[in-house]
């Protein structure tokens, strides 16, 4: 029977951690991250490889969706362990030759890190040997405008994101800075969200009694959240 070799340990930031520093050159230039971001949230994200159908569709898909995310302070940073020469290559395919779901001559106008020796890669665990030792998997790093890391999500080489989604964890998140609450399952804007914890007994008999909240016990109070706050709040002009 075949054994999986003990994997080499590469270093994985994690959650509330500082996002780790780089330097790199990328299709819009040099860039110096995070500090480059500072004030903004970014989304940083890895994919295995240029000229591959799955990257394709994803590159496709936040170029369609780079100035929604734009217009919730975000920017978006990719990374492949490709040359630039490669990206621009493939940047240019894209825009002159390929059609998916209704996209087409689209621009990626976002920066794409090129990581030939994988050092960017390697810093933020991209590299997940038993999945391939030379490509990155689909990594996708949520990062606040503090530089701090606040989501992060793995996909295989095989399975292409779900951008519906990646926009809804950035809202979520700067749903819960501004309000300070948390975000149920399935969260969207519009729907209620949690209060936090009672610290004491009395707190947790005053929620209970509470016409704000809506609480089915004491550590599970929910309450209304205008959509259009929410996203005056985290949207600009
Ligand atoms: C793709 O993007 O299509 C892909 C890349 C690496 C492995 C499998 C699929």
Redesign the pocket.
Known sequence: MDSIEAPQVFSMPRIGDAAPKFKATTTQGEINFPEDYQGSWVILFS???DF????TTEFMSFAHLEDKFNKANCQLVGLSVDGLYSHIAWLRTIKEKIEFKGMKDLEVTFPLIEDIKMDVAKKYGMIQPNEDST?AVRAVFVIDPKGIIRTIIYYP??LGRNFDELYRVLIALQTADAFGVATPADWKPGDDVIVGPAGSCGTAKERMESEEMDCKDWFFCTKKLDKDLVLDTVLKD
Request: glycine content about 0%; hydrophobic content about 30%.
């Open positions: 994919h295995p490889a591959t159908p799955v990257c490509k080489l095989s």
